[in-house]
């Protein structure tokens, strides 16, 4: 997840100050070792250019390819007010450009921008997904000019781990093209709750699967060695996000708990082990707070026990940690209040928080830009600048050994050659009919599957665009004229009170009365195939007994189902995840243990063949 804070003024007197003090040029001669590079610019860095670098936010895309200007709706500031008020570089960029080239030439202007400044440290740039279906603004965001594949969760529905390396080679050639650097994922934590609404974006809830594909997926961002052409990965969300409280989200106050019942935290570490021995250069620590374990009972960014005594120390990881999004400041997103995520010290200031994240071995505070407090702390005595130069070494070593200081820029025409190319659109396309999951394929009274569909037979369509359709065959207005209907829908979820909180899909797992009753209506007068996006696993229950066939979508397009339906592709898809009986099997399973609602209507691994 990302989202951001509201902006403070920049104060630009301490920048003028240090504008006129003389630079030693020696951290740009590329021939010298990186930890050279490092403290010889390290020891040129005055205390604001160092507290620059601490804070990761969102900043905004112009459309035009030039600077972007205020963002209000997100409380974003201009990009120039970022760089050159706020002396920042690291970014998560939010939003998109309508093309490959407009991004390129917005990256290069904002590096243009970096440049001008009195060392000219290049910025990183960061995002959230982007090769998929989500359109969750603030935690994936919809392809756009990139290749589009299916969920992560679809990939591991494939259980391919050359494919999801494949796919993380392909996405690093995207994000390299116009200039991003840092992904915000993968995100292995264990879909052991089935309500919990992130799990779209995990590989489900076994977690040896997990720890295979997460490992490859890494792999694929990452390449064979970390240098100028990788995409550095921030694994998330340690040490496991998934065991949420009734599947509730920590991003909000009613889900800040994680619940261990079952005495399965350990189980939750696994995927990050695999992890490790991949490779992946940064962490992420969920918002969740532990209840019940030897742990502190505090979000996981201000958590010691878990960040120095577990990460740090147990598995001696020594690369980037930042925190999720908005722990230190409360904020506004889509002009709703939205408090920060400071589970278990909510009653510490805003300078305390700092404090705490800093003593539990956190190097970056994601989305907040309030360098000017770490200043003030320092200089108060609150925190040593040996202690910033403890993570500054490591922000700064990222930055050199992706080359950025190097070569900052991109080809802003081989961006719209790479970006989306034949050969990629290919391949996520394949992905997305790969992934699908047949779950039922009733007999027909002639005896036959209902699927495969033979093509040219008059269609009754809900969810799929007419024209899409009547590619395959002939589009009627009603089911009574249809030899067969198919419905694309999605998995039940709660309508919230919060405009952010709705794009988190929460809540119950059982279709409404209503949704229940038209899809019973439309297969009593026609043979009906259902297709179900399972970004959770919904209970499919009712419709088992009424439908010709049930399949299961994790982010595919519409050709693309139809494409398995009629045959002219093959499903390949396994169930990533349980799909239960029933809400009272959900509520009475404990949220940490893998597999364990009382008879599932479809097992882990289940899916059909064609």
Not at 179 to 202: F, K, N, S, Y
Not at 271 to 284: C, L, W, Y
Not at 381 to 407: P, Y
Request: net charge negative.
């Amino acid at each position: 997840m990302t989202d951001t804070i509201q902006a403070q003024p920049s104060d630009s007197t301490d920048a003028a100050a240090s504008a006129d003090l003389p630079v030693d040029p020696t951290y740009r001669d590329a021939s010298l070792p990186v930890d050279e590079r490092v403290e010889n610019l390290l020891g040129q860095m005055t205390l604001q250019e160092k507290a620059g670098l601490f804070f990761q936010t969102m900043i905004a895309m112009s459309q035009d390819g030039e600077l972007a200007e205020a963002n209000p709706m997100f409380g974003l500031p201009s990009n120039e007010d970022q760089v050159i008020g706020k002396g920042m570089t690291h970014f998560n960029v939010l939003g998109s450009a309508p093309s490959a080239e407009l991004m390129a030439q917005w990256h290069n202007k904002l590096q243009e921008l970096a440049a001008s400044t009195r060392l000219g440290i290049p910025v990183t740039i960061s995002t959230d997904p982007r090769h998929s279906f989500s359109d969750n603004p603030l935690a994936g965001m919809l392809s756009g000019p990139f290749s589009s594949w299916p969920e992560t969760v679809g990939l591991a529905a494939i259980r391919d781990e050359a494919l999801v390396e494949r796919f993380g080679d392909i996405a690093r050639q995207e994000y390299t093209a116009v200039g991003i650097r840092v992904a915000l994922h993968p995100q292995i934590d264990l879909a052991t709750e089935p309500r919990w609404g992130r799990q779209v974006a995990t590989f489900g809830e076994d977690a040896e699967l997990t720890g295979k594909l997460g490992a490859a997926y890494i792999r694929g961002f990452q390449g064979e060695a970390f240098g100028p052409g990788s995409v550095s990965t921030m694994t998330k969300h340690f040490p496991g996000g998934g065991p949420q409280m009734d599947g509730e989200d920590a991003h909000f106050a009613h889900g800040r708990e994680q619940v261990y019942p079952g005495g399965k935290f350990e189980l939750h570490l696994k995927p990050f082990e695999d992890a490790f021995a991949a490779g992946t250069r940064q962490i992420m620590p969920y918002y969740g707070m532990p209840v019940g374990t030897e742990y502190e009972e505090v979000g996981f960014g201000f958590n010691k026990s878990v960040i120095t005594g577990l990460l740090r120390e147990r598995y001696a990881f020594d690369g980037i940690v930042c925190t999720d999004w908005g722990l230190i400041s409360d904020a506004e997103i889509f002009g709703e209040p939205f408090p920060a995520r400071a589970w278990g010290v909510e009653h510490l200031t805003p300078r305390e928080r700092v404090i705490k994240v800093l003593e539990a071995g956190v190097d970056q505070f994601g989305g907040e830009a309030i360098p000017e407090l770490l200043v003030e702390l320092v200089e108060a005595g609150d925190i040593t600048e040996a202690r910033l130069d403890a993570s500054a070494r490591r922000l700064l070593r990222e930055k050199f050994v992706l080359g950025l200081f190097d070569q900052p820029y991109v080809d802003v025409e081989q961006a719209g050659i790479v970006v989306g190319s034949e050969e990629f659109i290919a391949a996520g396309e394949a992905a997305q009919r790969a992934s699908i999951t047949v779950l039922t394929n009733t007999t027909t009274d002639a005896g036959a599957p209902t699927l495969p569909l033979a093509r040219g037979l008059k269609l009754y369509v809900e969810g799929i665009a007419p024209e899409v359709a009547a590619e395959y065959g002939t589009v009627v207005e009603t089911p009574t004229e249809a030899d067969v209907a198919v419905i694309r829908t999605h998995a039940p979820f709660e309508e919230r009170s919060s405009t952010f909180e709705n794009f988190f899909h929460q809540g119950s797992l059982a279709f409404t009365d209503e949704a229940v009753a038209h899809i019973r209506e439309v297969a009593a007068a026609v043979p009906t195939v259902i297709d179900v996006h399972l970004d959770r696993p919904a209970i499919l229950t009712p419709f088992v007994g009424d439908v010709a066939a049930i399949v299961g979508n994790y982010g595919a397009s519409s050709n693309a189902v139809l494409d398995v339906l009629t045959g002219a592709a093959a499903p390949l898809g396994k169930l990533p995840f349980d799909l239960p009986s029933s809400m009272e099997a959900v509520e009475a399973s404990r949220e940490d243990v893998p597999f364990d609602t009382k008879d599932p209507l479809f097992r882990f691994g289940h899916g059909l063949s064609l």
